[in-house]
């Protein structure tokens, strides 16, 4: 699954049968990281170690299958997997996610 937050400081979630993969991509270099953060904000807990901790309720809207009881297993099966590695966070009901910024990483502005 790969959380995006585009130049208009949208979310969007590409492949979210991909339970191999959690990131969060940042599309494009318009948009300040102020707005990026404000963006991220609506998922969980923005850390300052480059990565948001990312609120299962709001990753099962972001994904729309709430009622989704497959997905919904397949998502509690990726979280046993990267419970032991500290991506995951029982107390919050969050999800460890890196931000991936795009190449013109040095043109960022606050």
């Given amino acids: 699954m790969i959380i ?5 400081g949208d979310l969007g979630l590409d492949d979210p049968d991909d339970f191999r993969r959690f990131e969060i991509q940042v599309t494009r270099v318009g948009i300040s990281v102020a707005q990026i953060m404000t963006a991220l904000r609506a998922l969980g807990e923005v850390s300052d170690d480059g990565h948001v901790w990312v609120g299962e309720p709001a990753l099962v809207k972001l994904a729309g299958r709430e009622r989704d009881e497959e997905w919904l297993a397949k998502l509690a099966a990726m979280k046993d ?9 029982d107390d919050r009901h969050a999800i460890r996610a890196h931000i ?6 040095d043109n960022r502005t606050a």
Avoid at 4 to 8: I, L, N, R, S
């Fill in 4 to 8: 995006t937050v585009t130049e208009a």
């Fill in 81 to 89: 997997k990267a419970r032991p590695f500290g991506w995951v966070d």
């Fill in 100 to 105: 991936k910024w795009p190449a013109q990483d």
